[in-house]
């Protein structure tokens, strides 16, 4: 398989109103769902986008921001939260026995911090429930949001949360924590609704647990991915000269093959025969790991390596990569 067969950019899957983004920590996942975020917003879509951090990315990507769990406006049409579990579990007590200040005096106790830790899964069920809320709430007759990008947890808590709805009602059937499950298996089930999208570089460990995580949610949720999205991938820097730029890395001379990006560059034929060495090995690296995932069964998306200085400006360079490639 090669990169240049992949989609290059976001195609219906991530236009639903829900995209549950998950990855490897260090794949880039952030970046990605910040970046769709952002083409969300810029396309006059009303959106938000969700962190889930105890050390949020947000401050790092947009100026002048600073993540909390309260909606911040980002730019026009974008606004950011950081859904942190202690926060959501007052609000859902406040909302729930209407005294405010009483239940967070008990979410704050640590008896209550103690209880809420032995309960599976419900660092994840009420987190998933305020974006339930997002997802309902209304400005008339029309949804308040367009698009909720959520910057998922990494792949193991993720993997939790997936499974949590179903393992919850096997164990409830009514009450108020049955209810909640009921609606956000309807909301992860419901493929006009919501995507879910894994992000992974083409490195073997992340393939591997890429791999790992589609096979165990397809198997055990009745949930399914709608795309993975390739981070980094290098460019066939050969194309339609792929035997003559073998020849030249190679150690074959062809000053005019390069003459150009020699120029451009100011570097001498040997270092940028060097960095062209290093740079198309990785790219063969990357080959195999595209190949691995070629047999998942869920569509593949490239986003390419972005050279910057900054994540603010990997994220605008990628902003643009997913809006005119």
């Not at 260090?26 to 970046?35: D, M, Q, Y």
């Not at 032995?118 to 305020?130: C, E, N, V, Y």
């Not at 790992?212 to 390739?230: G, K, M, N, R």
């Not at 998306?301 to 990628?318: D, T």
Request: charged share 20%; aromatic share 8%.
């Amino acid at each position: 398989m090669n990169p240049a067969a992949l989609e290059t950019t976001p195609g219906p899957a991530f236009d639903r109103r829900f995209l549950f983004v998950t990855g490897k920590g260090g794949v880039g996942k952030t970046l990605v769902s910040a970046a769709l975020a952002v083409r969300s917003a810029q396309r006059g879509e009303r959106t938000l986008w969700v962190e889930m951090s105890e050390a949020p990315r947000g401050g790092h990507l947009f100026t002048d921001f600073s993540p909390r769990y309260q909606l911040v406006p980002v730019r026009d049409q974008l606004w950011a939260m950081n859904l942190r579990v202690q926060p959501a579990i007052e609000e859902y007590l406040a909302v729930l026995f209407k005294l405010p200040f009483i239940t967070r005096v008990i979410a704050r106790n640590t008896l209550f911090r103690v209880l809420t830790a032995a309960l599976p899964g419900l660092d994840s069920l009420i987190p998933l429930g305020k974006l339930w809320y997002e997802l309902g709430r209304k400005r008339g007759r029309k949804p308040y949001w367009d698009r909720i990008v959520l910057d998922a947890p990494a792949t193991g808590h993720a993997l939790a949360m997936l499974r949590l709805p179903q393992a919850a009602l096997d164990m409830v059937k009514s009450g108020n924590v049955a209810e909640s499950s009921r609606e956000i298996d309807a909301i992860l089930s419901d493929q006009a609704l919501t995507s879910l999208i894994v992000v992974t570089t083409l490195e073997e460990l992340p393939v591997d647990e890429t791999r790992e995580l589609i096979q165990l949610v397809h198997t055990e949720t009745p949930y399914q991915f709608a795309s993975v999205v390739c981070n980094s991938v290098y460019p066939d820097l050969g194309l339609d000269q792929r035997q003559r730029f073998e020849a030249w890395l190679a150690g074959n001379e062809d000053p005019a093959l390069l003459a150009d990006s020699l120029k451009t560059a100011g570097a001498s034929p040997a270092w940028l025969r060097a960095r062209l060495q290093w740079i198309e090995a990785h790219r063969g690296r990357q080959q195999r790991g595209l190949r691995a995932l070629a047999d998942v069964g869920v569509p593949l998306m490239c986003a390419p390596w972005i050279p910057a200085a900054s994540e603010a400006e990997v994220l605008h360079a990628l902003v643009e990569e997913f809006t005119t490639a």
